[in-house]
């Protein structure tokens, strides 16, 4: 019974975090969205999503199989500066996947991104 117990509170833990994570998703977006009218130099994606597996270490016999339900949680901020025949962007990029069963394959990734294009004069 105590084991039972430990596994609900972790469950509720992981299922709290997500849903913390996923309402700052949606204020993130609903800002955005009320900013769509107008052009800006800046943009907000984000992405939700879930999927279950039914056998999360790849194992070849069925003794060994584990189920577990997942919710992946993606974001992404990007600022663009335009000049004439140039743009730079920058954005900040989040990743986040979160197990219901197997937390030890919750994984967290952050990164930058730094892209430069340009546009020369031959051609259309």
């Known amino acids: ?67 577990d339900e997942v919710v992946q949680l993606n974001g992404r901020f990007q600022y663009r500066w335009e000049s004439n025949k140039s743009l730079l962007s920058v954005s900040a990029l989040a990743e986040s996947e979160f197990y219901d069963t197997v937390d030890t394959l919750n994984s967290l990734t952050a990164g930058v991104e730094v892209a430069y294009s340009w546009q020369n004069s031959f051609g259309f």
Not at 29 to 51: L, Q, T
């Open 1 to 67: 019974m105590n084991n039972a117990f430990l596994k609900l509170n972790t469950l509720s833990k992981s299922k709290s975090r997500v849903g913390v994570a996923a309402t700052l998703l949606v204020a993130c977006f609903s800002s955005a969205v009320n900013a769509a009218g107008e052009e800006r130099n800046w943009s907000i994606d984000a992405d939700i999503g879930s999927f279950y597996d039914s056998n999360v270490g790849k194992a070849k016999f069925l003794r060994d199989t584990v189920e």
